[in-house]
């Protein structure tokens, strides 16, 4: 199935890891350029480079999302360099999963407001497209009580009913809004590797949750963003898309 990417201009917040990494890859291998962030700039400026090799235009920045004008102004310089953009996938999170009065700050900052402000920094270019789409990630945590329960799990089912209310106020201007909720996702480097060496008993208890008898890899949540990202998935607005492998037993209506 061609997704219709080739030519469309992308940003991608927290593109060098995990699920923000994935989506930059898969959406520059379908002929997107793509401009990703991250707060470490060498790291986000060599993705960049391997982005490139797909043949499309790259660009990585070091921009910490919890900084609203620094936030605005990447987005910004992103829309002048490309000259527009299409697709803009928030998929920064604090990972704040404690009960103190600062990880709530950072949960705000980062998922809540990091995403606000970016959705209202690309407003003015998004407007402009003919294939207008945004993607928040959100996360099960969202719909269900575990035990990221608190800030995390708080913010992320935020994401989704702001996510839902700008598909409904955008609809009439062709902007598309959808959010996808990964369920626990596995890879070097990220927070279930650490729990894995840190803190095994948590590890096998959530791994034994899921009837797939394993975690998701972070290219399988890409394709579904990707996808729903897409020209391909038109009339798909006011989605909360669930990646999970039956991880969660609730039922969406």
């Not at 002929?31 to 707060?39: F, Q």
């Not at 409904?168 to 996808?180: C, D, T």
């Not at 034994?208 to 290219?219: F, K, Y």
Request: aromatic share 6%.
């Amino acid at each position: 199935m061609d997704l219709g990417l080739k030519g469309l201009k992308a940003l991608v917040t927290g593109g060098t890891k995990g699920i923000g990494l994935k989506i930059a890859e898969t959406l520059a291998k379908e002929g997107a350029d793509v401009a990703i962030c991250s707060r470490n700039a060498s790291e986000a400026e060599s993705v960049a480079k391997t982005l490139s090799a797909f043949g499309v235009t790259s660009i990585g920045s070091g921009v910490d999302v919890s900084d609203g004008e620094a936030l605005k102004g990447w987005t910004e310089s992103v829309g002048k360099q490309f000259g527009g953009i299409d697709i803009v996938v928030a998929n920064v999170s604090a990972l704040a999963i404690g009960a103190d009065e600062e990880s709530w700050k950072k949960g705000f900052e980062t998922d809540l407001m990091g995403t606000v402000r970016l959705v209202d920094a690309a407003m003015p270019y998004l407007l402009e497209s003919k294939a207008a789409s945004i993607v928040t990630i959100s996360s099960v945590s969202g719909r269900e009580i575990d035990f990221a329960a608190g800030p995390y799990g708080a913010f992320k089912a935020a994401l989704v009913h702001y996510t839902q209310g700008l598909a409904f106020q955008l609809a009439g201007k062709n902007i598309r809004a959808n959010s996808v909720s990964p369920g626990n996702t596995y890879f070097a480097g990220g927070v279930w590797e650490q729990i894995e060496h840190g803190n095994p008993t948590l590890f096998k208890e959530a791994l034994a949750l899921n009837p797939t008898g394993r975690m998701a890899t972070p290219q399988e949540i890409a394709n579904a963003a990707v996808f729903i990202a897409s020209p391909a998935a038109s009339f798909v607005t006011g989605t909360n898309l669930v990646v999970d492998g039956a991880l969660t037993r609730g039922v969406q209506l």
